[in-house]
C-alpha cells in the first residue's frame, strides 16, 4: 500500500512530517515524541478494529515511523528546518501557483495574527487526525496546506522561519584564513556584512579539514552567517560545498538534496559565486560519473558455457542467465 498526495507542501515534491504527525512546524521535539507515542497507541493493532488494521500498519509503518525518525535526530531535524526555510523562499517567489483546497487554509492566508490562528487551528484539526483512518489522509493534507500557508506568510513577514533574533555578542579578534587546495576554497570576495565575511571565512577553514566534526562546526557557523544575511551567496555557495563534503564522506540523498539547493541559490543570488560554480561542476561530475557506472553495470555480461536445459532455464534462468536477443 502506498501513499500520495497532492496538496499542500507535498505538490511541491515535499515530505511534510510534520503534517504526517499533526504538528505545527515549529514544534519542539519533546512535543513530536509525545505526538508520535499517541499516533502509535492509536494504530496498535490490539486498539485497531479489524478492518482498520491494514491501513493502520501502512500509516505507522510508511508515514507515522519516518516522520517521526526525521524529526526525533537533532542533525535531520536541522537539515529539514534548512529545507522549510528555502521552501518558505521558494513559496513566495511562486505565490500565483499556489492553490489551496480546505476552507481553514484560505482562511488563515488572509486573516489577521496568522500565527496563534495556525497553531489553534491545527491543533483542532490534529485532534481527530488518526480517528477515522479513512480520512486520515485528507486530514494530513489539510494540515499540509496550513503549513504551506504559514511558510509563506512567515516569509512574506519578513521573520522567516525559526529566525533567531538575538544579535551577534561574541566574535573572536582573528579569524582563520582558509587554504585555497581543494573544493572551493577560495575565501569570500565580495563586499558584505562583515560579520557574514568572518562567519563564512572560519566555515571555509573548517570545511577544509574534510571531517565530520568540523563539517557540523562549519555549518553552525554558516548558520549564523544565514541569519544575519539571508542572501549571502557566499554563505550559500559554502553551505553547498559542506553538504556535497558530508556526502562524500557518509552518502546520503537529504545531503545531496542540500547542496544541489544551496549551489542553486547561491548562483541565483550571483551567477559568479566561485565556490557554487566549482561544487555545481563536481555535482555534474558525480551525476555523469553513475550514469556512466549503471550503464556499465547494465551491459552484457561475457558469455559463459553453461549446459543446455530444457525450458530455456527457468525461473532463475531467465533471471541470471538468460540470453538477451
Not at 77 to 86: F, G, S, T, V, W
Not at 118 to 139: P, V
Not at 190 to 206: D, F, I, M
Not at 272 to 280: D, F, G, N, S, Y
Amino acid at each position: 500500500m502506498s501513499f500520495e498526495f497532492n496538496r499542500g507542501l507535498f505538490k511541491f515534491d515535499f515530505i511534510d512530517h510534520h503534517a504526517i504527525l499533526g504538528m505545527p512546524i515549529d514544534a519542539s521535539a519533546g512535543e513530536i515524541r509525545k505526538r508520535f507515542l499517541k499516533i502509535a497507541r492509536r494504530l496498535h493493532p490490539d486498539i485497531c478494529k479489524a478492518e482498520d488494521k491494514q491501513m493502520a500498519e501502512a500509516l505507522l509503518s510508511k508515514l507515522a515511523n519516518p516522520a517521526y525518525a526525521k524529526l526525533s535526530n537533532d542533525r535531520e531535524r536541522d537539515e529539514y528546518a534548512i529545507l522549510l526555510k528555502m521552501m518558505g523562499k521558494r513559496l513566495v517567489q511562486e505565490d500565483s501557483s499556489v492553490s489551496l483546497k480546505s476552507d481553514a487554509a484560505k482562511q488563515l492566508l488572509q486573516g489577521a495574527a496568522f500565527e496563534q490562528t495556525y497553531k489553534n487551528t491545527l491543533a483542532q484539526i490534529a485532534e481527530k487526525q488518526y480517528d477515522n483512518l479513512s480520512q486520515t489522509l485528507e486530514t494530513i493534507a489539510d494540515i499540509s496546506e496550513l503549513n504551506l500557508v504559514y511558510l509563506l506568510r512567515k516569509e512574506r513577514s519578513g521573520s522567516g522561519l525559526k529566525k533567531d533574533p538575538r544579535p551577534v555578542t561574541r566574535l573572536p579578534m582573528t579569524t582563520q584564513p582558509p587554504t585555497t587546495a581543494g573544493v572551493g576554497a577560495t575565501a569570500p570576495t565580495s563586499r558584505q556584512n562583515p560579520y557574514v565575511e568572518q562567519y563564512c571565512n572560519r566555515a571555509a577553514g573548517l570545511i577544509h579539514k574534510n571531517d565530520l566534526n568540523s563539517l557540523m562546526m562549519a555549518r553552525k557557523e554558516l548558520q549564523e552567517a544565514l541569519k544575519l544575511d539571508a542572501n549571502s551567496s557566499t554563505a550559500h555557495g559554502l553551505m553547498g560545498k559542506l553538504y556535497f563534503a558530508q556526502n562524500q564522506i557518509k552518502p546520503s540523498t537529504a545531503y545531496m538534496t542540500l547542496a544541489k539547493q544551496h549551489v542553486t541559490q547561491a548562483l541565483k543570488l550571483n551567477p559568479q559565486e566561485p565556490v557554487a560554480l566549482e561544487v555545481r561542476k563536481l555535482i555534474n561530475q558525480m551525476v555523469a560519473k553513475a550514469a556512466i557506472t549503471r550503464q556499465t553495470a547494465g551491459a552484457k555480461s561475457p558469455k559463459k558455457t553453461e549446459p543446455k536445459s530444457n525450458g530455456g532455464g527457468g525461473l532463475f534462468g531467465g533471471l541470471f542467465g538468460g540470453k538477451k536477443k
